[in-house]
């Protein structure tokens, strides 16, 4: 265990909900008290509001809520027509639901390698892997940093594709000025708790500015019907509940000051961390607001240094550590011979250290305290 100055013995976290709950308590309570009371805990006034509010937060045409991120990424798909016999273009190093979603609906997901600075899609080799089955690319604004964007949807409307955005780890960030999410045909994001944006339980949503699109949606997500028993598509049970509606209203009037401080919380971790060994601190690019879903590290002593932060009590997450084309679901791919360089060397090095909004600085600097210890 870490010790303290004054040698007590201290746990450190890679996130820590507590703190954000204590400091929304009162407000989180009143709100759902007021759904338990009012008997509508489907598809009510708190989901219709939330969706309006985090449009005019984003500056998009409209958000269709639903239950979770990987929902949200079918529900994009199948309103875009891709399926069976389609190809999407995506990357390897994301959470395994990126490509899931592309499998789900019948699709092949296509793998393209990562940038090494900030692990976001290599906008250098997507022409390469489209085909004449090439329906779609999917970037993912990885650990909470846009990826090169506008160079994707260059590339989408040269070859006649669609975009969809997942930026489940980035709500909030912005590109050129411009909130990630709402540069594609359409954009999806997660709820999930760990989240910048978090429920106290699982949602989703799909960003668009097209309201063909956005109709379509909202009938998939309640079992392809535009009204009540009539279904024109097959369609999912994918809905955002009254109560998470509710609480995600409450948080999102945080979500800027919540990154904000994460972005704080980064750069005082590379200030502290700068010329330890050989590690790489993330970069952030020009242009671009990175809200730090993850602070990630690069090491060649990765293990090594997890394993001794974790004697220490402090703990760090691989994100991710067997890139997704390597992973047996997809072992109906053929690809064993098939290599992408940066993703499989980074995943060998890469590590997130703890990362949450209230994260103390005391706390910061025993975790680097500790890293540099194990370098010395
Ligand atoms: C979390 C996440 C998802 C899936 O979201 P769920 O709500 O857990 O289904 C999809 N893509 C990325 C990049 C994620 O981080």
């Not at 989408?156 to 909030?172: K, M």
């Not at 359409?186 to 978090?198: A, H, I, Q, R, W």
């Not at 049970?237 to 998470?244: A, F, H, P, T, Y």
Request: aromatic share 10%; charged share 25%; net charge neutral.
């Amino acid at each position: 265990m870490a010790k303290t100055h004054n040698e007590q013995l201290v746990k450190i976290p890679i996130l820590d909900f507590t703190h954000q709950y204590k400091l929304i308590k009162e407000e989180v309570e009143q709100a759902v008290k007021k759904v338990l009371e009012s008997g509508a805990y489907i598809l009510g006034l708190n989901v219709e509001a939330f969706e309006e509010e985090l449009a005019t937060y984003l500056g998009c045409g409209y958000v269709i809520s639903c239950a979770n991120g990987t929902d949200a990424l079918v529900l994009a798909l199948r309103a875009l027509d891709i399926g069976s016999g389609d190809e999407v273009i995506t990357v390897s190093h994301s959470f395994f639901a990126t490509s899931e979603a592309v499998a789900l609906v019948g699709a092949t997901p296509i793998f393209v390698d990562i940038r090494e600075d900030d692990y976001n899609i290599d906008t250098t080799k997507i022409e390469n892997a489209i085909t004449k089955k090439t329906k779609a690319i999917i970037p993912v604004h990885i650990y909470g940093q846009p990826c090169e964007i506008e160079d994707v949807i260059k590339i989408a409307r040269r070859n006649n594709l669609y975009v969809i955005e997942d930026s489940a780890q980035a709500l909030g960030a912005k590109y050129n000025g411009k909130f990630v999410g709402t540069f594609g045909d359409v954009g999806t994001t997660s709820f999930y708790p760990t989240k910048n944006l978090g429920a106290c339980g699982d949602g989703g949503a799909v960003f668009t500015n097209d309201s063909e699109i956005r109709e379509k949606i909202c009938a998939l997500r309640v079992h392809g019907s535009p009204k009540r028993y009539v279904h024109d598509f097959i369609g999912y049970n994918s809905r955002l509940d009254e109560i998470q509606a509710a609480i995600l209203r409450i948080k999102l009037k945080y979500l800027d000051l919540w990154n904000k401080s994460r972005a704080k919380i980064a750069y005082l971790y590379s200030d502290l961390l700068k010329n330890t060994g050989d590690i790489v601190i993330p970069v952030t690019k020009k242009n671009c607001t990175h809200i730090f879903h993850q602070y990630t590290i690069r090491t060649k002593k990765r293990d090594e240094l997890a394993n001794h932060l974790k004697v220490k009590g402090i703990d760090t997450l691989i994100y991710y550590p067997v890139p997704i084309h390597k992973q047996k679901a997809f072992d109906y791919l053929n690809y064993k011979n098939f290599h992408l360089p940066v993703t499989e060397k980074i995943s060998h090095e890469i590590l997130s250290l703890p990362m949450y909004p209230e994260l103390s600085q005391e706390s910061q600097r025993i975790v680097v305290e500790e890293i540099k210890r194990c370098f010395v």
